[in-house]
């Protein structure tokens, strides 16, 4: 990530006091953001709004790869415009836009656990994911490794989970399971080089990208967990 003038100092060579301050705001916004989609499922759910999505939006085949292509592209914007420095508004508002994106792809994967795995499911998958997320970043912090080499390790692995997914929907065969477990750890992958990119090159002024960055890693994991959780207890 190239960082324009209008940010400041990177985090790992601002003075302690800046340094702490900043990671403060970074996880106090990843918070605002988690709690934002928590709310924003809560009222699509109890509205009936979800019901509505579900009776439009395709769940499988050619048509579910045009809603992850746009959930891709708006998710593209979000993320550019939190990155770009200059005007706080448009930062806060590319994190509200993939929040949003975040709360309606997951709508489907929502339903069907609410509805055929329990009422119990979603929760335990949150408290699954929260332990998981707090115990690699603890990691990170605890043992100051950087983790930055597992970069091109994910880009790869990523460019490969979106082929399979992209020839599953083509196709029409399950992923199962063992595909949701190789995306958990490749998930707990992103959240440790997430975490050590934010603490070693993101600038003190860049709490929403970070804040931003770390929500996709979370709500990545989350996805996971909560299908392999929903399998299981069908």
Request: aromatic share 14%; with cysteine.
């Amino acid at each position: 990530m190239a960082w324009d003038t209008s940010y400041g100092v990177v985090a790992a060579q601002a003075p302690a006091v800046e340094r702490a301050a900043f990671i403060r705001r970074t996880y106090a916004h990843l918070l605002g953001a988690v709690l934002a989609f928590i709310g924003i499922e809560l009222f699509l759910f109890t509205s009936g709004a979800a019901n509505m999505i579900m009776r439009v939006l395709p769940t499988r085949g050619p048509g579910w790869l045009l809603v992850l292509g746009a959930f891709m592209l708006v998710g593209w914007i979000g993320q550019k415009w939190a990155h770009e420095g200059g005007d706080q508004t448009q930062q806060y508002l590319g994190l509200g836009i993939y929040v949003i994106a975040e709360s309606l792809i997951f709508v489907p994967l929502l339903w069907f656990a609410a509805n055929f795995a329990g009422p119990d499911t979603i929760p335990a998958a949150g408290v699954y994911t929260g332990l998981i997320f707090t115990g690699l970043t603890g990691t990170v912090f605890l043992t100051k490794k950087d983790f930055s080499f597992l970069g091109p390790i994910l880009a790869v692995a990523g460019m490969v989970a979106l082929g399979v997914i992209v020839c599953s929907a083509l196709f029409g065969f399950s992923l199962g399971n063992l595909f949701a477990g190789v995306m958990v750890a490749f998930a707990a992958g992103y959240i440790l080089f997430n975490t050590s990119q934010v603490l070693r090159t993101y600038p003190t002024n860049a709490h929403v990208a970070a804040s931003l960055q770390l929500f996709a890693s979370v709500a990545l994991l989350f996805w996971y967990v909560l299908r392999i959780m929903s399998s299981s207890r069908r």
